[in-house]
């Protein structure tokens, strides 16, 4: 158990359709990342955000959006949702900044469009 | 499009032997850090070398980083059926440390 929560973990929604996924990351842990990972597209790295604030980005569709909270937890909205979305989604988290120290995945959200 | 390349895509080895994967990557870097994943499961760190080390151990992992050639090597010794997983590498770039860049990975293999 890596200490990082993704919820729901699994999702099924129409073409269209609005989602929001959810991650805790581990107690202490500053950085929080999302990343999709596709079978034909690999992990790709799609936002981070740190002590609350946005870090890096990486090709995020502008349909997606993410925010961290105060208390740290953070959220993925993808809206006007295509086919094509379908994927794993995971967030990770870590005490520092980037490569500078390890992340700790969740276990991730399987999205299925249809 | 990803910073670090793994080469082999994928591997098939017989248990017992070594198994060693590549990473290319093309810009410079502050640090190179591998995961592994079980299939469909979250990414595990294995190990992670600082731009100023070259080699680093871990139980039966052996990590190299050459920095001039923007190349990183992971060998995995007397390899186990339970080794069998996807094995990537994750930089970020001296510019932005606080991206986590991972590469297209190798499929590794272990036959029992």
């Known amino acids: 158990d890596s200490g990082v929560t993704q919820t729901p973990k699994h999702l099924i929604t129409a073409t269209g359709q609005r989602v929001t996924l959810r991650c805790s990351p581990r107690s202490g842990d500053l950085s929080v990342y999302w990343y999709q990972q596709s079978l034909d597209q690999g992990l790709q790295f799609l936002i981070q955000?740190?002590?609350?604030?946005?870090?890096a980005k990486g090709n995020i569709l502008e349909r997606f959006s993410a925010q961290q909270f105060p208390d740290l937890h953070s959220e993925l909205n993808l809206s006007s949702l295509e086919l094509g979305d379908s994927a794993l989604y995971f967030c990770a988290s870590s005490p520092g900044q980037g490569s500078r120290t390890e992340a700790f995945f969740g276990q991730g959200t399987r999205l299925t469009v249809v | 499009s990803q910073q670090g390349e793994e080469d082999p895509q994928a591997l098939s080895i017989q248990e017992g032997e070594n198994a060693t994967m590549n990473c290319s990557y093309k810009t410079s870097i502050n640090n190179l850090q591998w995961y592994r994943q079980n299939s469909g499961r979250g990414l595990v760190h294995l190990i992670l070398i600082r731009s100023n080390e070259r080699e680093k151990h871990s139980g039966r992992l052996r990590v190299t980083l050459d920095t001039s050639k923007k190349s990183s090597s992971l060998l995995i010794t007397a390899s186990r059926a339970a080794d069998t997983a996807s094995y990537f590498c994750?930089?970020?770039?001296?510019?932005?440390?606080?991206?986590?860049?991972f590469g297209s990975g190798t499929r590794l293999l272990v036959r029992p």
């Open positions: 994750a930089t970020d770039g001296k510019d932005s440390s606080y991206k986590l860049i």
């Open positions: 955000y740190y002590n609350g604030e946005e870090r």
